[in-house]
T-cell receptor, first 110, second 118 residues
């Protein structure tokens, strides 16, 4: 399978700070997603980004597929950003599974 | 956007009983759905791939007879935990992908089911 490494494992910020989360993967992929898991367990799809750069409000993501990494940027952090951020990758046909990283636990203090 | 509905969200059952979890794609057809299991403060582990009209494909180490998967239609997959034991207590999540061709769409996840076996 594909190995997915996320860093840092834990991140503690004060409200208003910016942060960068990283995802490295071990093989070529044609699917990469960033998820936010809220305290109730729901996985919220933040970005579908197998390559390139996307922005959505205070969040943006960049994937450099040739170098096998992706970055998630969070600007002006809010307490509601707290939770676990997962990177997941996949490859092959539409029936392909997703391989998840271990996640980054983000805590934003007021 | 695509929506996946998962029920129940929380269930408590006695040891030895069976529990069924439903996963529905509400506004799209999913020939394939995926079932994951998540332990506290851990990542998601794929248990099985559910294929409409055929047998599920289980990951190594997952007991087929304990975790029964049925994908009866293009919008419904069910996971039945049979003869549940306390060690089966976990958070179970399903997912599906809209569309029949690569690219353009990611996977959408259900809201998860927290199973507690007492």
């Amino acid at each position: 399978g594909i190995q997915v490494e996320q860093s840092p494992p834990d991140l503690i910020l004060q409200e208003g700070a910016n942060s960068t989360l990283r995802c490295n993967f071990s093989d070529s992929v044609n699917n990469l997603q960033w998820f936010h898991q809220n305290p109730w367990g729901q996985l919220i799809n933040l970005f579908y980004i197998p390559s390139g750069t996307k922005q959505n409000g205070r969040l943006s993501a960049t994937t450099v597929a040739t170098e096998r990494y992706s970055l998630l940027y969070i600007s002006s952090s809010q307490t509601t950003d707290s939770g676990v951020y997962f990177c997941a990758v996949g490859r092959g046909s539409t029936l392909g599974r997703l391989y998840f990283g271990r996640g980054t636990q983000l805590t934003v203090w007021p | 956007g695509a929506v996946v509905s998962q029920h129940p969200s929380r269930v408590i059952c006695k040891s030895g009983t069976s529990v069924k979890i439903e996963c529905r794609s509400l506004d799209f057809q999913a020939t394939t759905m995926f079932w994951y299991r998540q332990f506290p403060k851990q990542s998601l582990m794929l248990m099985a791939t559910s294929n409409e009209g055929s047998k599920a494909t289980y990951e190594q180490g997952v007991e087929k007879d304990k975790f029964l998967i049925n994908h009866a239609s293009l919008t419904l997959s069910t996971l039945t935990v049979t003869s549940a034991h306390p060690e089966d207590s976990s958070f179970y999540i399903c997912s599906a992908r809209e569309g029949g061709s690569p690219g353009g769409y990611g996977y959408t996840f259900g809201s998860g089911t927290r199973l507690t076996v007492v």
